[in-house]
């Protein structure tokens, strides 16, 4: 598979929404495919949708109040932006989607130079990917070109749910383990001439938990991400341990394997030495040491992002602020959250982040009693990597600051 560079044919193409209706692929999607990309599904919940408001567009009352009559897709554009560009409410794709659905035989895909129009008729509202027929183009809305070959970065044409630097490294940075899982990893053991700390272009060396041995796979190139010890992330309601967040600090490549070595003294014994596996330092986000543990590479996975409220209720709290002991986070930072697999979530999933309501004394009430004001919504945030009991959330937008315990809920 190419990744970079791919060849495609077009004759007499009929321009699509495509990836306005479902997410690209943030870190995947620069390394997919065509055909991979458009196999991406769309749920049966969300086809219906679809279906119903493309028999008459969405009521004028669901467009956001400043929707352009019509719009040029760019580069560095994200189907979140575009999303709600159209819509008050960007994670209620399938009504994008739906207004368009005649022209959308393949949603999954959307590219720059691509034109929207938005046709407002009887109190509805429809959305093309060419003008309406009265403006002279054919009526079906495809748009006729001269055959020919284009070539094209799959990397830059491929429009994302989201700003991809802004997940991307914690598609692969952060890991959330179980108690046992991160002290059973192999380990580092030890250094060359016995230096503290290791960075990239340094060699150390490392060994497997008892009985299994760091061993070379035979000619294939073993890549483990290395982390340090793991710190607990406690719900801020119950104090449960959800997880164990280990903090990534490079990248090592297996150069030989563990092995043992049989010595004799000078009575003729022999006696058994273990020989760590070499170990070579090829990345390094922060400095490494003996101790730190290492976690083989998992292969990259084509992602799908498709914005969406969860199906049933939801009741959560923010668990940390990733990185450096953060308290307050702001727009485009990561958070924990205390919902995972476990709790139905997935990927894409927007919730609403609630700041909670101050607690006062109601000096009008004679006997100034306690009173909590109601928690207000103070803004989105989108999940993009899930666990059993906790996931990563990107903050999409933001009034006030977000703190630990902010509640979650279902988007309204």
Do not use: C
């Amino acid at each position: 598979m190419q990744q970079d560079m791919t060849q495609h044919m077009m004759a007499t193409p009929k321009l699509t929404l495509s990836a306005l209706l479902t997410a690209s692929a943030l870190a995947g999607a620069m390394l997919a495919s065509p055909a991979l990309a458009q196999n991406l599904t769309v749920t049966p919940g969300q086809k219906a949708t679809a279906e119903q408001v493309a028999q008459a567009g969405v009521p004028l009352s669901e467009l956001a109040a400043d929707a352009p009559d019509e719009y040029t897709i760019k580069r560095g554009d994200t189907l979140w932006a575009i999303s709600g560009l159209y819509l008050k409410r960007p994670w209620r794709w399938p009504e994008l989607w739906g207004m368009n659905l005649q022209e959308i035989k393949n949603p999954h895909r959307i590219y720059p130079g691509q034109k929207l129009y938005l046709e407002k008729k009887d109190g509805r509202a429809t959305l093309r990917t060419s003008p309406s027929a009265a403006s002279g183009t054919p009526p079906d809305g495809t748009v006729r070109v001269s055959p020919r070959t284009r070539y094209e970065s799959l990397a830059d044409s491929a429009i994302p749910t989201l700003k991809p630097n802004l997940i991307e490294p914690f598609l692969a940075e952060p890991m959330v383990v179980d108690k046992d899982e991160l002290d059973s990893a192999p380990r580092i053991v030890a250094t060359q001439e016995n230096r503290v700390l290791l960075t990239r272009g340094d060699r150390a060396y490392a060994r497997g938990p008892s009985g299994k041995p760091l061993i070379d796979a035979g000619g294939k190139q073993q890549v483990y991400r290395v982390f340090h010890n793991a710190t607990p992330l406690k719900d801020p309601v119950t104090g449960e341990i959800l997880g164990y967040e280990a903090e990534y600090a490079g990248k090592a490549l297996l150069a030989h394997s563990e092995t043992t070595q049989g010595t004799a003294d000078k009575d003729g014994k022999t006696s058994s030495d273990i020989v760590p596996a070499a170990i070579d330092i090829v990345a390094a986000k922060e400095e490494m040491q003996v101790g730190d543990r290492l976690v083989p590479e998992p292969e990259r996975q084509l992602l799908s992002y498709v914005p969406r409220a969860p199906s049933g209720t939801v009741d959560g709290r923010i668990v940390s602020v990733y990185g450096n002991a953060v308290v307050n986070a702001g727009q485009n930072q990561v958070v924990a959250i205390n919902l995972g697999s476990k709790h139905g979530i997935e990927s894409g999933h927007v919730l609403a982040v609630l700041k909670a309501g101050a607690r006062m004394v109601d000096k009008t009430d004679p006997a100034w009693p306690q009173i909590k004001l109601p928690d207000e919504r103070n803004g989105l945030l989108m999940v993009f990597r899930t666990f059993e009991k906790v996931s990563y959330a990107l903050i999409l937008d933001i009034k006030d600051g977000v703190r630990i315990g902010d509640r979650l809920v279902q988007p309204r």
